[in-house]
């Protein structure tokens, strides 16, 4: 299952950068993350993996994040593997006129077993979570709540 979402941020591209770049943002604009611990690796650099665990609707979800690519500030992109899923995220940002930032999300899952022949009449549930997510972003970005 893929797709894609774009985000106008009201902010220029260094300043989105930065507070998409920190960790210790990640709780503020994904609420249902309750641990980020770096594993292996510089947190963010290309190699290196952390544990990432959510909890969501009384459900524990522990997924490893490996960081492929990092080209400051145009773009980041890592895999999350859960067990039963491994999301690909490539995220784009792009300088638009009057300072503002175009964010492009592309998003990949891939699931096995029993998940693998539900996924298909989930995919909306899917895409709103990651959209929810950007916007969630964009909110506390713009509104100030995050640290650059």
């Excluded at 894609?4 to 591209?13: A, H, N």
């Excluded at 943002?25 to 609420?31: A, D, E, G, S, V």
């Excluded at 309750?34 to 524990?60: M, Y």
């Amino acid at each position: 299952m893929k797709f894609s979402t774009e985000t106008i941020l009201e902010r220029p591209i260094d300043v989105v950068w930065r507070a998409f770049d920190n960790p210790e943002n990640l709780k503020r604009w994904m609420p249902t993350l309750t641990k980020f611990e770096p594993i292996t690796g510089t947190p963010g650099q290309p190699g290196a993996i952390s544990r990432l665990t959510f909890v969501e609707n009384g459900r524990t979800i522990v997924m490893d994040e490996i960081i492929h690519s990092r080209q400051e500030p145009y773009e980041f992109t890592g895999e999350y593997n859960a067990g039963f899923c491994t999301n690909k995220v490539g995220n784009r940002f792009e300088s638009v006129a009057g300072g503002q930032t175009k964010w492009t999300m592309d998003a990949e899952f891939l699931f096995t077993g029993f998940f693998k022949f539900v996924a298909p009449l989930m995919k909306g549930v899917f895409r709103k979570r990651v959209t929810d997510d950007c916007k969630r972003f964009k909110e506390k970005l713009e509104g100030g709540a995050l640290a650059v």
